[in-house]
């Protein structure tokens, strides 16, 4: 009776601190969740920002709407997370979130501050443009022997100069220009000088503006809070591990309960000992399940972006203990085959591995959305060619889907021996390939981002080389050709203009060392190929394989070793001119 005693007071101590636990990790609501979903949009919202004030800074847009629109948008988040709750009793979070808030404000401020100033200059430079451009040789000013052409020219060098990289140097060689101009009274000079002035002005304030920009430095601070933020999830996570600890040793206090209850009941021995073995056959499963997917997660929690293959799959070989585990992602020329972007061999990792699809088992994988042998199964694959996992007798694999979920791959792990739990294996590969198929998205994304960055700095340094060489047609269509092949990373550019009839076209440019000797050759329009194409029927054309097209083949395949195409025509006041 006493005995019995002890354990119900036991049960009783324990379960309150169950609940307990159970509400702070499980059943309580994150309060961060709200700024921590917040501080992440602000994040993606100042790159935006960023970008925008560099773009109208460089005059490539000129409508404030999406800028006006960002700052709305970012200053609403703003009031969102300080008027948040549970911040009070966090000091620390408290003040990272008040220094965030007098950032984001200032910011603000210097947003109007940039957008005012901003807005003269690019008045001034386009009213100094139109000036310039009226000011020609029988004007006024020449007439009167006011200005010349070289001075002209060479006010409008330095200028272009100053808008690029607004350095006082520069300005010191544009003041003496200015200075001869003053004397006049010629209305159109003096508001040539006007305008000159004030874009000698504004443009320093409006890089001291930038640079205040940058200097709040709003995204380390978010990465700060973000830290923070994830230290206070660190706290409940612990919570739920205190409470899955007090769960299994509860669960063990409850079996021996149980135990000693059979025991008093004196009932047969052979029962109690089948039950024990099923419960603790569960109770193994449950901790062997739970220490796997711990080791996984563990192994996974660092990985890198460049190898994060490599590392997914060691952390499976490590946390499943079988031999071989590999990515494999089918070609996008060619469904038939397939590359084994990793393989882990005992822990030696191989990439780039091609393979035919066709005869093996990552066909049915493919076809099925899984496939699972526990034994021999090589022997269901008699015209299988395996070169990559020659000792293996047991296989699990399971398909990886992309974006549109489609399937893009498998992922599978094999073993030298049978496999025994291969449910455990299954749901371990479900969650690794979920995993993987999110890193490949990222990563992806990542690469395109860095694209695009890298095209529009490209895409800016060039238009300047074309602006400075716009007066010598020659060097203007050569440039043009090499900013096509740097930008698009393309082996040969050229461009060709239609003469005069309409009937014939000129190689104007060419950019490639197997296509330079095209510069002046001449060619009917109706050649039948590629360039001729797409001027008479003023289309654009793009060919992935230029193989598959008479035009580029005729045009492209057979003299010089490319693989794809794109092709545009070039209009002139409505009609095509090249």
């Known amino acids: 009776m006493k005995q019995h005693l002890n354990h119900t007071i ?64 970012i200053s609403s988040l703003n009031e969102k997370i300080t008027t948040a709750e549970n911040t009070i009793e966090h000091t620390e979070l408290a003040n990272k979130l008040a220094l965030l808030n007098r950032s984001i404000a200032e910011q603000a401020d210097l947003i109007e501050d940039f957008k005012t100033n901003n807005s003269v200059l690019q008045n001034s430079l386009y009213y100094y443009s139109r000036l310039h451009t009226e000011i020609h040789p029988h004007s006024n000013a020449f007439s009167s022997a006011l200005i010349s052409a070289e001075q ?39 508001t040539l000088i006007n305008h000159s002035l004030i874009i000698i002005e504004r443009l320093p304030v409006i890089d001291g503006i930038i640079e205040a920009f940058n200097s709040l430095d709003i995204e380390r601070q978010i990465k700060n809070l973000d830290k923070l933020l994830s230290d206070y999830q660190g706290k409940r996570d612990q919570n739920t591990r205190i409470y899955n600890s007090l769960l299994f040793f509860s669960s063990l206090y409850l079996l021996g309960y149980i135990g000693y209850m059979f025991l008093i009941l004196k009932q047969h021995q052979l029962t109690l000992e089948t039950s024990n073995e099923k419960l603790n056959n569960e109770v193994g499963e449950r901790t062997k399940t739970e220490k796997t997917l711990y080791r996984l997660v563990k192994e996974t929690s660092s990985i890198s972006e460049k190898d994060f293959v490599q590392d997914i799959l060691q952390a499976l070989h490590k946390a499943l203990g079988y031999r071989y585990a590999y990515v494999s992602l089918v070609s996008n020329n060619n469904k038939h085959e397939a590359t084994i972007a990793g393989l882990v061999d005992n822990g030696h990792y191989q990439v780039n591995i091609n393979y035919s699809i066709e005869d093996t088992p990552c066909e049915e994988v493919l076809q099925n959305g899984r496939l699972v042998h526990n034994r021999d199964f090589q022997n269901y694959f008699p015209d299988w060619n395996n070169t990559y996992i020659p000792n293996a007798e047991s296989f699990i694999g399971i398909t990886i889907k992309d974006e549109n979920d489609k399937v893009a791959g498998l992922l599978a792990v094999a073993d030298d021996k049978a496999i025994s739990n291969t449910n455990l294996a299954e749901h371990i590969l479900s969650l690794a390939a979920s995993r993987i198929s999110a890193e490949l998205l990222r990563h992806a994304a990542l690469q395109d981002s860095n694209r695009y960055h890298t095209g529009l700095e490209l895409i800016d340094s060039w238009l300047l080389e074309l602006i ?63 360039c001729g194409w797409s001027m008479a029927n003023r289309k654009v054309v793009r060919i992935d394989d230029v193989n598959t097209d008479i035009r580029a083949r005729r045009q492209l395949s057979n003299q010089y070793p490319v693989k794809t195409a794109y092709v545009t025509p070039i209009y002139l006041n409505g009609a095509v001119h090249g």
């Open 152 to 190: 002209l020219g060479r006010l409008a060098i330095l200028i272009l100069e100053y808008t690029r990289k607004p350095e006082h140097e520069t300005a010191l060689k544009i003041y003496p220009l200015l200075d001869k101009l003053n004397d006049s009274q010629d209305s159109e000079l003096n």
């Open 468 to 530: 400075s060489c716009a007066g010598n047609t020659e060097l203007f269509y050569a440039k043009l050709c090499k900013a096509a092949r740097e930008i698009a990373n393309a082996a040969i550019a050229f461009v060709p203009l239609l003469d005069e009839s309409g009937e014939n076209y000129t190689y104007a440019a060419a950019s490639g060392k197997i296509a330079e000797h095209l510069t002046g050759t001449s060619r009917k329009l109706n050649d039948g190929g590629l």
């Open 10 to 73: 036991g049960i009783i101590i324990v379960l309150p601190l169950l609940v307990f636990f159970f509400y702070k990790s499980i059943i309580s609501s994150n309060p961060f969740d709200e700024i921590s979903a917040a501080t992440s949009e602000i994040e993606s919202l100042q790159v935006k920002l960023h970008r925008d004030v560099l773009r109208h800074r460089n005059n490539q847009l000129r409508q404030y709407d999406t800028l006006n629109k960002t700052v709305q948008q």
